[in-house]
Every structure is written in C-alpha cells, then in structure tokens.
C-alpha cells in the first residue's frame, strides 16, 4: 500500500503555498481585523480564481473532484497563511454536505460556490455559535436530528466575542419549518456527523500548518536574539523547546493524514480516526504556541508582533468543530466501548477478570 502522496497532490500544495505567500501576508489578515465584516469578497474571487471553494465538488457542477486526501494537504497550506475566509465552513463541510443531499439544492448551490458567487455558513450540535453567518448566502442549520437549510433573511443574528479577531462568531435565531427541512431522522444525523467530521479534519490539518509557523518563528527569533554575546538558539533549554513542539507536529501529521483517509473512503473508524486527528494536531499547535511564546519572551506578547495571529488561531482552533474533551471522549468511547472498539479499531476487549 502506498502511504505518501502523489506528485500531483504535492504540486496542488505548493500552488497554494506560493499563492497565499504573496496574497495573504499578516499585515493582510490583520487588515481585515479593521474592517466590518472581517472578510474580503475581492481576496474570495482571488481564491476561487485557483479552484479553493471548488476543491470537494464534483465536476459535473463546476468543481474540481476531489477528495479529503488531497485536501488536507490544502488546508495545511491555509493553517501556515492564517487564512482567515470561510472556507472550512464552505468548501470542506458544506460543499460535500451538500452533494450528498443531492437534487435542487445541490444542483443550485454547488455551481455556486464552485464559481465563488456563494458563502455557506454551517452549524453543528457541537457549538452554540455559527462561524462567518453574517457573510453566508446559505446557512445549513441543525434542528435535533433534522438539517435546515434557511436564506440568511430567515435569520436574525447577534454577534458573539472570539479570542481571535479573525473569527467571526454569531448566535443564529430562526424558526425551523417543513420548507426548509432537508434530510430528517436518522438521515439527517448522520449529514450531520459527516460534516462535524469534515470540519473537524479540516480544523485539524490547518493545525498542523499553523503550528509549522510557529515553530519557524520560534526558531528565527532564537537564532536573531544574543544575549551573552551568542544567538539563544544556541542554548540547549531553547533547542528542548522547539525541538519537542516539532515532535508533536509530525507525530500530529501521521495522524491528521490517516484521519483524511478514513473520511475520504468513509471507513468505519472515521470518527474515532478524526477525533484523534483533532486532539494530537490541537495539542501540538497549542503546545508550540506556548513555547514559541517561552522562546520570544516579553516581546511576545506584544500587539505589534505577528506572533500572537498564530497563537490566537492555535487557540480558536482548538475549540471549532468540537473542543478537546469532547473529541477525547469520542476516542475513548471508540477504546472502552466494547462494540465502539471493535468498529474502530478491529480488537475485541479483553473480558475483566
């Protein structure tokens, strides 16, 4: 079996990493934190103009066909720019969600967002806020087991604080109906874990990115800063730090790909597989937050220095598409469960003595 990527899927990330190396700077996305909505249509046009909202919808509307394989690769190159558009909600969650509730709704939306004129925005069981709802054409809405989807005049929102500028966070007020109920029943909950699934991967890969610039800016300001005379990167307490931030992160990575893997083949073990994907890549992008921060010293916390838009996305991210505890709980669900454990990890649990 082969495990590493393909030329092809390795190219489609440095596209993307060249392309938001010159577009989305951190003076960029710290201008947005000045502007109203947080968002910029012109930067959309920008990304749609090189098939990012496009990524997971089929060709037939629009799309480029791909899979959570070679997406993931993708969001770990938005993770390292702090891109700070909709696209998990719209191109990793509502784009498939989407196609799998199939007839007008995907015949009329997915061209949509497949040629940027559309903003999905989503909700999930899992938080009582919806990302980026003041901006979305379209918002899918849980209502129990059942999915909605409701025009944005249907709603009234009320704006909510974030710890990262670049989050734009509302609590949604509407009323569900039969008109806008799309998939119900057991149907609609499984849509529904689908998507908190795709979210989740998607938050997770973009870790992983975030994390890597956070152990490079680390590493930088540690070979730039002397003190007694010689860069502290030479200190061996300094190399410790970073060093184990970087172990995180590729034991963090392994995980994260198997995790898009079980989502793309819809493997019995994709909820335990993305719950762990969640949890190693958040722990290790908080953890290199933390040491990053140790490595800068008082000047970290300075508002001027870019450090921090790193930092406030490690810890924004930790807590979307379902916060720490609750994807460990699903791992260990999936471990002492007795039918949890051999779904997701294919042993039975030894009997207790």
């Excluded at 696209?87 to 199939?102: C, D, F, K, N, Q």
């Excluded at 807590?319 to 505890?325: D, H, I, K, N």
């Excluded at 460990?328 to 454990?341: E, I, K, M, N």
Aim: proline fraction near 3%; charge should be negative; charged fraction near 20%.
């Amino acid at each position: 079996m082969e495990f590493l990527f393909s030329e092809d899927q390795e190219m489609l990330a440095q596209t993307i990493r060249d392309f938001l190396a010159g577009e989305c700077t951190a003076s960029h996305v710290r201008g947005l934190w000045e502007t109203e909505t947080g968002r910029s249509p012109e930067f959309w046009q920008k990304l749609t103009e090189i098939g990012l909202p496009a990524l997971l919808i089929p060709e037939e509307h629009g799309g480029l066909g791909l899979c959570e394989v070679d997406a993931t690769l993708v969001f770990e190159e938005t993770g390292r720019a702090a891109l700070a558009e909709p696209l998990i909600a719209t191109a990793a969650v509502a784009a498939p969600l989407l196609r799998e509730i199939g007839g007008d709704l995907a015949s009329t939306w997915l061209p949509r967002i497949a040629a940027g004129e559309a903003l999905v925005a989503v909700g999930h069981a899992q938080s009582p806020f919806v990302a980026d709802a003041h901006v979305a054409d379209l918002l899918l809405l849980p209502d129990g087991d059942d999915l909605h989807a409701v025009v944005p005049e249907a709603v009234s929102l009320v704006a909510e604080k974030s710890n990262d500028q670049s989050q734009r966070l509302f609590s949604v007020a509407w009323t569900p109906s039969a008109d806008t109920n799309v998939a119900e029943g057991p149907v609609g909950a499984a849509l529904q874990d689908a998507a908190l699934d795709r979210g989740a991967l998607a938050c997770a890969s973009e870790q992983l990115g975030v994390c890597s610039v956070l152990i490079e800016m680390g590493a930088l300001y540690a070979s730039q800063r002397k003190q007694f005379g010689v860069a502290i990167g030479t200190f061996q307490a300094v190399k410790h730090r970073l060093a184990n931030a970087k172990v995180k992160l590729e034991y963090a990575r392994a995980v994260v790909h198997r995790a898009a893997n079980s989502v793309a083949t819809a493997a019995a073990t994709r909820a335990a597989d993305v719950s762990m994907a969640k949890v190693a890549a958040s722990e290790a992008a908080t953890f290199a937050a933390k040491e990053s921060l140790q490595v800068h010293g008082a000047i970290g916390y300075t508002y001027e220095q870019d450090l921090h838009v790193w930092m406030k996305r490690a810890w924004s991210h930790e807590l979307a598409w379902g916060t720490g505890a609750f994807h460990r709980g699903r791992v260990s669900a999936a471990l002492f469960d007795g039918q949890g454990a051999i779904a997701a990890f294919g042993f039975q649990p030894r009997e207790a003595a």
